[in-house]
């Protein structure tokens, strides 16, 4: 076995690929890097982060870069190097297992283990000297870790077993109640408490966007009509669109804001970030039909048209990075007033787009004050201003566009290309874009042809996790994901094989992540890919958003979904089921139970079901499709059918309506 030497270049990551050139000895994970620990009884190094984590990209500069610190490293540890994205089983574990020791996780995680796996210490991003945060310098972190195994072996072990039996009990999330109405009013006046009255949002800074949340209050306003739910929502939704949290130039969101404000982001863009926020816009602006959302949407998928998708062979990219360079921090998303008045060469121009986005000669970048972050700070002057601005936004694209974008991450990855593939599916009526479900529709027809294995026992190995690649695979996440977009897509189409397929993969995930006590576990019970050292023999029953939804959560939905498409009870008994073994701490969840609340209103409160029936291709039953899937409604299917005339049929619940046969007349019962 090669062991003085780095293994990560062959490897298919962006990240692991970044980190080929460093001096320490790096391994991937999997039973190699466990066999060497056990037989040179060294522990584990054990770093997990992403290609677009900011802090992964610092102490890689700072540490693993480092001869002298490599030098220890390679010396005292086995060191191994994991793509959180690729391996989020892997991530949710040791997760947890640092968050017991020290009160917080996050990336770059730093973890050292014993040759079995188990986390006997750990931290986050460790500075190479101590600094004035308090935080231990790396190097000197190192060597005692590295004393402490070889001298106090009998402590490390305790640890690594209390450690151990935390993460047990922790990983399995279920906690059996009654599903009713007042859970679902529990959960939403949980999430009101959070709410920041001033700015939008929950809680306080850093501020992340919650959008299953808004969608969850969102329906909620639309049954009870209560002021407050439609102001969460609108407040919310408004102030990431003004924040500089939202990129103004080129559409989409960054991960999250540093402040309360939303003004500050962390400048990486995620694709499951941008999915959910699309949809939640989409839905507001259905339900509410404010111009802002509506323009905020189409930014959304303008920008992943441009950065994440390749059209020819239909997929999504995972993400885009922050920086172009270590230590720029966001200088490609952000603009001197200098740099603005060159890009712009028209002095009214500048100064519109100073008072709009609040440009002055000192910006809000800590390591670059003369760096500004746009934000929406207050509207043009008068009318004939926003032309002016409209241009001027466009002439700012034009210059961003001649800098060096940072690195977008190619990899696509099943769970999230089925997100992304639900949002433009919405997307494609809300915002009457054909072209986006032209996309979304290729995209699912890859993820059913080449990630899709259904031999074998049980339904088969279920779906892979990343679309060309046969490894890894067995993720619950991404057979959900893949199940919602099937339903997304029968429901665009009317086409019965995508509803087959939802119900394939459904019938998958019961043989192999169902549980008789209800829920479902995050990885296949015979999974392979190797190292199913320590935690990875837990399996987990996660039901928190954290932040793409839990994949209990989704799972719910799906099976409501069926419920209401196809009117089996069978269903139902799932449905209900899968909620009852959650339903004992959803309430307390509120914000971060926010996907399986939305699957428990579907449970308790009606159902809206639109049936539209007539020949295929344009004319009015086509039309009344498109108006079907438009309209806003809570828990809402549509069914479209082949038939000689144009007809259409709305129930709420058990009552129906009669037949109608022009969009006018469907608009009215909609109304």
Same mark, same amino acid.
């Given at each position: 076995?090669?062991?003085?030497?780095?293994?990560?270049?062959?490897?298919?990551?962006?990240?692991?690929?970044?980190?080929?050139?460093?001096?320490?000895?790096?391994?991937?994970?999997?039973?190699?890097?466990?066999?060497?620990?056990?037989?040179?009884?060294?522990?584990?190094?054990?770093?997990?982060?992403?290609?677009?984590?900011?802090?992964?990209?610092?102490?890689?500069?700072?540490?693993?870069?480092?001869?002298?610190?490599?030098?220890?490293?390679?010396?005292?540890?086995?060191?191994?190097?994991?793509?959180?994205?690729?391996?989020?089983?892997?991530?949710?574990?040791?997760?947890?297992?640092?968050?017991?020791?020290?009160?917080?996780?996050?990336?770059?995680?730093?973890?050292?283990?014993?040759?079995?796996?188990?986390?006997?210490?750990?931290?986050?991003?460790?500075?190479?000297? #101590?600094?004035?945060?308090?935080?231990?310098?790396?190097?000197?972190?190192?060597?005692?870790?590295?004393?402490?195994?070889?001298?106090?072996?009998?402590?490390?072990?305790?640890?690594?077993?209390?450690?151990?039996?935390?993460?047990?009990?922790?990983?399995?999330?279920?906690?059996?109640?009654?599903?009713?109405?007042?859970?679902?009013?529990?959960?939403?006046?949980?999430?009101?408490?959070?709410?920041?009255?001033?700015?939008?949002?929950?809680?306080?800074?850093?501020?992340?966007?919650?959008?299953?949340?808004?969608?969850?209050?969102?329906?909620?306003?639309?049954?009870?009509?209560?002021?407050?739910?439609?102001?969460?929502? /609108?407040?919310?939704?408004?102030?990431?669109?003004?924040?500089?949290?939202?990129?103004?130039?080129?559409?989409?969101?960054?991960?999250?804001?540093?402040?309360?404000?939303?003004?500050?982001?962390?400048?990486?863009?995620?694709?499951?970030?941008?999915?959910?926020?699309?949809?939640?816009?989409?839905?507001?602006?259905?339900?509410?039909?404010?111009?802002?959302?509506?323009?905020?949407?189409?930014?959304?998928?303008?920008?992943?048209?441009?950065?994440?998708?390749?059209?020819?062979?239909?997929?999504?990219?995972?993400?885009?990075?922050?920086?172009?360079?270590?230590?720029?921090?966001?200088?490609?998303?952000?603009?001197?007033?200098?740099?603005?008045?060159?890009?712009?060469?028209?002095?009214?121009?500048?100064?519109?787009?100073?008072?709009?986005?609040?440009?002055?000669?000192?910006?809000?970048? #800590?390591?670059?004050?003369?760096?500004?972050?746009?934000?929406?700070?207050?509207?043009?002057?008068?009318?004939?201003?926003?032309?002016?601005?409209?241009?001027?936004?466009?002439?700012?694209?034009?210059?961003?566009?001649?800098?060096?974008?940072?690195?977008?991450?190619?990899?696509?990855?099943?769970?999230?290309?089925?997100?992304?593939?639900?949002?433009?599916?919405?997307?494609?009526?809300?915002?009457?874009?054909?072209?986006?479900?032209?996309?979304?529709?290729?995209?699912?027809?890859?993820?059913?042809?080449?990630?899709?294995?259904?031999?074998?026992?049980?339904?088969?190995?279920?779906?892979? #996790?990343?679309?060309?690649?046969? /490894?890894?695979?067995?993720?619950?996440?991404?057979?959900?994901?893949?199940?919602?977009?099937?339903?997304?897509?029968?429901?665009?189409?009317?086409?019965?094989?995508?509803?087959?397929?939802?119900? /394939?993969?459904?019938?998958?995930?019961?043989?192999?992540?169902?549980?008789?006590?209800?829920?479902?576990?995050?990885?296949?019970?015979?999974?392979?890919?190797?190292?199913?050292?320590?935690?990875?023999?837990?399996?987990?029953?996660?039901?928190?958003?954290?932040?793409?939804?839990?994949?209990?959560?989704?799972?719910?939905?799906?099976?409501?979904?069926?419920?209401?498409?196809?009117?089996?009870?069978?269903?139902?008994?799932?449905?209900?089921?899968?909620?009852?073994?959650?339903?004992?701490?959803?309430?307390?969840?509120?914000?971060?139970?926010?996907?399986?609340?939305?699957?428990?209103?579907?449970?308790?409160?009606?159902?809206?079901?639109?049936?539209?029936?007539?020949?295929?291709?344009?004319?009015?039953?086509?039309?009344?499709?498109?108006?079907?899937?438009?309209?806003?409604?809570?828990?809402?299917?549509?069914?479209?059918?082949?038939?000689?005339?144009?007809?259409?049929?709305?129930?709420?619940?058990?009552?129906?309506?009669?037949?109608?046969?022009?969009?006018?007349?469907?608009?009215?019962?909609?109304?």
């Amino acid at each position: 076995m090669k062991s003085a030497a780095n293994l990560l270049a062959t490897e298919p990551s962006a990240y692991l690929k970044s980190a080929a050139h460093q001096p320490v000895h790096w391994f991937p994970w999997g039973d190699a890097a466990f066999a060497r620990a056990r037989a040179d009884d060294k522990p584990i190094l054990l770093d997990i982060g992403a290609v677009w984590c900011h802090w992964c990209h610092v102490m890689d500069g700072e540490s693993y870069e480092d001869a002298a610190t490599a030098e220890v490293l390679n010396r005292e540890f086995i060191c191994v190097k994991v793509d959180r994205d690729e391996r989020p089983d892997v991530d949710v574990r040791y997760q947890r297992a640092v968050q017991a020791l020290s009160g917080q996780g996050g990336w770059p995680l730093t973890a050292f283990l014993t040759p079995g796996g188990e986390v006997f210490f750990g931290g986050t991003y460790f500075p190479p000297e #101590h600094n004035h945060y308090g935080r231990p310098g790396f190097r000197s972190v190192l060597l005692e870790i590295a004393r402490a195994y070889r001298e106090d072996r009998e402590q490390v072990t305790k640890n690594a077993q209390a450690i151990r039996q935390h993460v047990t009990d922790a990983l399995d999330e279920a906690k059996p109640g009654d599903v009713s109405a007042q859970l679902v009013e529990q959960g939403a006046d949980q999430m009101a408490r959070l709410f920041d009255i001033r700015y939008g949002g929950f809680g306080t800074a850093p501020k992340f966007p919650h959008p299953a949340a808004c969608e969850f209050l969102l329906a909620r306003w639309h049954d009870t009509r209560l002021d407050w739910q439609r102001e969460v929502v /609108e407040k919310t939704l408004t102030g990431m669109a003004r924040g500089g949290v939202r990129d103004h130039v080129g559409g989409g969101f960054h991960r999250y804001a540093v402040d309360e404000r939303w003004i500050v982001p962390h400048f990486e863009k995620m694709s499951y970030d941008n999915s959910e926020l699309l949809k939640a816009y989409l839905s507001a602006y259905q339900a509410l039909g404010t111009p802002l959302f509506r323009d905020v949407a189409a930014g959304i998928v303008d920008w992943v048209l441009e950065a994440l998708t390749d059209r020819s062979e239909g997929a999504f990219s995972a993400s885009q990075d922050a920086d172009v360079t270590a230590g720029d921090d966001g200088d490609y998303w952000t603009w001197t007033l200098n740099e603005l008045r060159e890009a712009l060469n028209d002095e009214t121009a500048l100064n519109v787009m100073r008072r709009v986005f609040d440009v002055e000669e000192r910006g809000e970048m #800590h390591h670059n004050p003369a760096k500004n972050v746009l934000w929406w700070k207050q509207d043009p002057a008068g009318d004939d201003e926003w032309p002016a601005l409209s241009a001027a936004i466009r002439k700012l694209k034009a210059a961003r566009d001649r800098r060096r974008a940072p690195f977008v991450d190619r990899t696509a990855y099943v769970n999230w290309n089925a997100m992304l593939a639900s949002a433009f599916l919405q997307a494609g009526a809300a915002l009457d874009r054909p072209e986006c479900n032209t996309l979304a529709l290729k995209v699912l027809e890859r993820i059913w042809k080449e990630t899709w294995d259904p031999k074998g026992h049980g339904g088969g190995r279920g779906m892979g #996790h990343v679309i060309g690649r046969d /490894e890894p695979r067995g993720l619950l996440d991404d057979n959900v994901q893949a199940a919602a977009a099937f339903l997304d897509a029968y429901e665009a189409t009317g086409t019965t094989p995508w509803l087959d397929r939802a119900v /394939e993969v459904m019938a998958y995930c019961d043989a192999a992540h169902g549980d008789a006590a209800g829920g479902y576990f995050d990885v296949a019970g015979e999974r392979g890919g190797g190292a199913a050292v320590a935690y990875l023999e837990t399996r987990a029953k996660p039901i928190q958003d954290a932040p793409t939804p839990s994949p209990n959560g989704v799972a719910a939905l799906v099976l409501a979904r069926l419920w209401a498409l196809t009117g089996q009870v069978e269903w139902r008994a799932r449905l209900d089921r899968q909620l009852a073994a959650f339903a004992g701490g959803a309430g307390e969840l509120g914000l971060y139970g926010a996907t399986l609340l939305r699957a428990a209103d579907w449970a308790v409160h009606p159902v809206t079901r639109i049936e539209v029936a007539g020949p295929a291709g344009e004319g009015p039953a086509c039309a009344m499709h498109l108006l079907a899937l438009q309209a806003y409604r809570p828990r809402k299917v549509v069914v479209r059918t082949v038939a000689e005339a144009p007809a259409a049929t709305v129930c709420v619940g058990t009552t129906c309506s009669l037949p109608v046969a022009s969009p006018e007349r469907l608009a009215q019962l909609l109304s």
